[in-house]
């Protein structure tokens, strides 16, 4: 009976079934964004290469955590705006794996990275005089690389495991991108192997970063409190703030996408979510950076003045 199930070689992507003004509008919203994502995490990457200002553990973070929304929505947006003006399109099995493979190794990366960071601030507030001790540039370096090859390897499992189901029944795929809940809703085959790696993978990409994003800045809040000058405070606060709300973001739109329980959730809305952190996080992110940072507001001006002097 298996051997007469047909294989299925590729699926349908039905994107957003509206009408063609909407569309049309929806286009060009998200073409106007995916342009300002580049645009902006490009011009953070190149003021953290070129400003010496800017040579520190925090500037090269924030320009790997630009490198990571680049990959993140070069992935996902160019093949969405297709299958939009297009209403749905299809894709191979092996370009669906791929997509999902850069998709979920840029978001482990990027939990990974958001960690690194807090314990940068945790260190640079709570232990000063040793900062620049701990947080080398070796250092720094190393952290990256981990999380980098972390974030890979880790998604590559998810992809072995994939693989080697059978998907024989429907191929439409009712999203804008290949996720791993609908392609495990899809297949024919057992699933419970991949589940289980789902819940023990979580440990290392979402609990302990978690647990530890919580915990610094707990230490940090304490150790901003005991500062005694309002002025002192602020400026302490000041230098975590923007990383606090990339976090604050960045967690919310994952977990209401897959933490949160999904029963009664429509399918629109589970798009409209998932649009959030793949599309409008990595665009937000460099306009925090470069709205709440007076050091990348003063390269930017540094180097405007430069072209004008030339």
Request: proline letters at 4%; charged letters at 10%; one cysteine or more.
């Amino acid at each position: 009976q298996e051997n007469n199930l047909t294989v299925v070689t590729e699926f349908f992507l039905l994107a957003f079934q509206v009408s063609q003004d909407l569309q049309i509008l929806l286009y060009c919203l998200l073409l106007v964004i995916y342009c300002g994502t580049i645009c902006g995490n490009l011009l953070i990457i190149t003021l953290v290469s070129i400003s010496k200002n800017l040579h520190t553990p925090m500037y090269f973070f924030i320009s790997q955590l630009s490198i990571s929304d680049i990959l993140l929505t070069s992935d996902i947006v160019p093949y969405m705006l297709h299958i939009i003006l297009s209403n749905g399109g299809t894709v191979t099995f092996i370009n669906c794996l791929t997509q999902f493979y850069f998709f979920g190794s840029s978001e482990s990366f990027e939990c990974l990275l958001l960690t690194v960071m807090s314990y940068d601030r945790y260190v640079a507030i709570c232990n000063p005089l040793r900062y620049t001790s701990i947080m080398t540039r070796g250092h720094c370096v190393i952290l990256v690389a981990i999380s980098w090859l972390f974030g890979f390897v880790i998604i590559l499992i998810y992809i072995v495991t994939i693989s080697e189901l059978s998907f024989c029944g429907p191929n439409i795929i009712d999203h804008f991108f290949c996720d791993l809940v609908p392609l495990l809703e899809l297949a024919c085959s057992d699933t419970s192997i991949i589940q289980l790696e789902v819940y023990l993978q979580s440990i290392p990409i979402v609990i302990i970063p978690t647990t530890i994003i919580v915990f610094s800045y707990t230490y940090i809040v304490l150790a901003i409190l005991r500062i005694p000058s309002s002025t002192g405070r602020q400026k302490a606060f000041s230098t975590c703030s923007s990383h606090l709300i990339v976090v604050s973001i960045f967690y919310w739109t994952m977990f209401s996408v897959y933490v949160v329980p999904t029963k009664g959730q429509t399918a629109t809305m589970s798009k409209i979510l998932s649009l959030l952190y793949t599309v409008f996080t990595p665009f937000i992110n460099p306009i925090i950076y470069s709205l709440r940072n007076k050091d990348i507001r003063k390269a930017v001006k540094q180097i405007l003045h430069m072209r004008v002097i030339w």
